[in-house]
């Protein structure tokens, strides 16, 4: 039998694993390089903390302790996050950031496409809902990786060094938990085991288009999804938390 | 008659500048540019927190109302903060360190020196306290400003860079508040108008030796000990208040 306790640390991961890429997103807003590209990297940042609104309104209600999603985003500390590591390192420069949304993205629209058959149905439609926009951020991304790696030697070197930092992270996408482990043999959710191989093929594909070359010698990092986390993340609560926890219960 | 409410600002002032100074000067712990200086920078700042500390109490004790050091110091929001704007400013370089630093440092050391023979005995009292600490801070940037204002072409520029963004900031040294003008009117705090011309000639002999040129043209800034402050002290809050929002009355 599968503890509730399982699901919903399970859909909190998702859950966080959109607002925190959301927040780093947001922090363009004001910064891109041109008016059409800061506006178009805010608004995957608002898809992403809508989806990531979707998932906390689930938790809440799987948890029925009455905690709100504004509780679950906005008052639990670094410990209890459960987001992939990858989404919390800083912002970085542009290279950086449409290639952290290209590596991020095309293995989640894998993932939720195998959600969409879960015997859980409410996980199958919110993957649905989430597919849409992330196969539209997948391909904002895949252009830019293009423009950038083939663009100028400059351009080129930025996406090379971003795919060197940001390699090592995606082994985490592959990597289930002892409680994901539990839900795989329920057949709840998709082995993310499963799908590194399709995921490896489509990008070593797109990567070698733009002329990127994935590094062969690395460390793999994990433990963001059961709530070891880098020291960036404590700076991202400190500052999207502070008016919850300043002013605890605020409204508008 | 002069309020409690008068002093009460005026002290909260003094902590604020302190405390914040200080921990724009511990950011530089673990990031000095060699181990000596690292641990120097990480001394002032810890000088300055302790000074903090006597001011709140004092604030504490003269406000009546059962707040602790830790709730002024952790518990008041952006708005209520009485700081100089010089001293939330970002960290910025070494020779940006140094130089606000110096300027900041010897306004209140004058400042401090009129204060020894204020009416308010405790006001007296613990600005002796304070000056022996912010003499040795004095040296130690003066030193810094002559070595690297006289040193390399690079380290010159870096100072001379770092004086144009720093010094529209002194302006407010010399601009009192109304609150503060009844504390003068009676006699219970120096005039800092007054201490303008002294802090000047000393200021300007200081960087002329350092082949430093104050900025002619430049805009004055103000505001910060009324509680309008600059987007970086709520930046600095969010992180400095964490714990004490997230953990509410949280002790060791």
Redesign the interface.
């Known amino acids: 039998m599968i503890a509730n306790q399982q699901v919903f640390q399970f859909v909190l991961h998702l859950a966080d694993d959109s607002l925190i890429l959301g927040h780093r997103l947001s922090e363009w807003c004001g910064h891109g390089p041109t008016i059409e590209q800061d506006i178009a990297l805010t608004n995957l940042a608002l898809d992403l903390v809508g989806q990531s609104r979707l998932y906390y309104q689930y938790a809440a209600e799987i948890e029925g302790k009455g905690r709100t999603e504004d509780d679950l985003a906005y008052l639990r500390?670094v410990i209890e996050f459960r987001n992939h590591l990858i989404t919390e390192l800083p912002r970085g420069d542009f290279a950086f950031t449409v290639l952290r949304q290209y590596l991020w993205c095309s293995f989640r629209t894998e993932f939720y496409q195998h959600l969409l058959t879960s015997s859980e149905i409410k996980l199958g439609e919110l993957a649905a809902k989430c597919l849409k926009e992330l196969q539209y951020h997948q391909r904002f991304s895949i252009t830019w990786i293009n423009r950038l790696g083939l663009g100028t030697k400059v351009s080129h070197e930025k996406m090379q060094t971003a795919l060197d930092e940001l390699w090592p992270y995606t082994f985490e996408f592959f990597q289930p938990t002892a409680a994901e482990e539990k839900l795989i043999n329920a057949s709840l959710i998709p082995d993310c085991r499963d799908i590194r191989k399709t995921w490896d093929q489509s990008c070593q594909s797109v990567l070698r288009e733009a002329s990127l070359v994935v590094p062969q010698e690395h460390w793999d990092f994990q433990g963001g999804k059961e709530g070891m986390h880098t020291e960036h993340l404590?700076?991202i609560?400190?500052?999207m938390?502070?008016l919850q926890?300043?002013y605890p219960g605020l409204v508008w």
């Open positions: 500390d404590g700076y609560l400190a500052e938390q502070f926890r300043t």
